[in-house]
């Protein structure tokens, strides 16, 4: 483990640096990344965020989004850079296989290793960690390690303050999840007064969506949801059709999971997708359930208590049958 006192002189100094976060990246993982970004750039540091896949069009006008490298468009050069760093900030992420191929490469590269994250069990692949899983978002974290750590909040400009406004704000659930501490509102306050223009950014990134991905809501709303009032659980399940037909791209179904849990007395809420490689959960739930205990061990996955996620190899239907077999076994816990 490499002391901060270390990190923060070489953070002192100009260095190569990468910034990556997980697949399919969301609103924090982006934000936070490009935040940390566009404090770095201010240092004087050369950086490039690398990202292992796309990610959605209303996370894409995030401030100096075009210096995002996306491996699988350039896998060369991404791969050189994270080869040739010399530190690689890993955030929103504690698993090297949250990554995909890009894991090998940062597992090879001599760089020193700096994880920022709130999930549950890290790995142990870093050098220095900024981690809690106390806070709402990785964002939040970013925002601590530049202004309590580094000391810099004069270095919190409008795009940084802008981009942790948004990773916030995102894995918040717009400030509403139990994690929203009064902390997390002074924050979120201080970012505003840096500059984060908060009713545009609300806009920006969720009134921005296609005609067919609201019509796709309403149709899972109206064909595809299912409601187990004996076990306050609710399922949405989505097959390749429907992706197909409503032109369903990167961080379309982001969201949908929510619309099952808001239905009065729910206490988890499931939303299945039959990918192309696999088959996708993602779980939601209120207080105490354990979304992550269920996706770690059944479905290959993990995640915060009432946020989780994983994946099946079984197809549609026998994954569908899992799920609604599992129930039984938490049903005092979701009809206490
Ligand atoms: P989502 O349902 O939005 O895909 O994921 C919600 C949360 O669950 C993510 O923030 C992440 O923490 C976790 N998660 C989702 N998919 C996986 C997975 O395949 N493995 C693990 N370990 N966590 C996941
Ligand atoms: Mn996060």
Avoid at 36 to 65: A, C, E, S
Wanted: hydrophobic share 40%; with cysteine.
């Amino acid at each position: 483990m490499l002391d901060f006192t270390r990190l923060k002189k070489l953070l002192n100094k100009s260095q190569n640096i990468v910034i990556t976060t997980h697949h399919k990246p969301d609103g924090d993982a982006m934000g936070s990344s490009l935040g940390l970004y566009n404090y770095l750039v201010q240092k004087g540091h050369q950086v490039r965020v690398i990202t292992p896949t796309d990610y959605p069009f209303f996370l894409q006008w995030l401030p100096n989004n075009p210096e995002v490298i996306i491996y699988t468009d350039n896998p060369t050069e991404s791969k050189n850079k994270i080869l040739n760093a010399d530190i690689i900030f890993c955030l929103d992420f504690n698993a090297l296989s949250r990554i995909n191929e890009l894991g090998e490469f940062v597992r090879q590269s001599s760089a020193i290793k700096v994880m920022i994250d709130h999930h549950l069990e890290p790995e142990g692949f870093d050098d220095f960690r900024h981690w809690s899983i106390n806070a709402c978002a990785t964002a939040q974290l970013v925002y601590d390690f530049i202004v309590n750590l580094m000391g810099e909040r004069h270095l919190i400009n409008k795009d940084v303050a802008t981009c942790l406004y948004t990773g916030i704000m995102t894995d918040s659930g717009s400030f509403r999840f139990q994690n929203t501490t009064a902390e997390v509102h002074h924050i979120v306050a201080d970012l505003i007064a840096c500059g984060a223009e908060n009713w545009k950014i609300h806009q920006m990134v969720y009134d921005n969506f296609s005609e067919s991905r609201l019509r796709f809501l309403g149709h899972c709303l109206l064909n595809r949801l299912e409601v187990f009032t004996e076990y306050n659980a609710a399922l949405i399940t989505v097959n390749k059709e429907d992706l197909q037909k409503y032109h369903i791209t990167t961080g379309d179904t982001e969201g949908v999971v929510n619309y099952a849990l808001s239905i009065n007395g729910i206490k988890l809420a499931a939303l299945i997708i039959e990918r192309p490689d696999r088959v996708k959960l993602s779980l939601r739930s209120t207080g105490e359930f354990p979304a992550n205990e269920i996706c770690k061990k059944y479905f290959n996955g993990g995640g915060h208590r009432n946020a989780a996620g994983g994946y099946s190899y079984e197809n549609l239907d026998q994954t569908v049958k899992k799920f609604k077999s599992i129930l039984p076994d938490y049903k005092t816990l979701l009809v206490q």
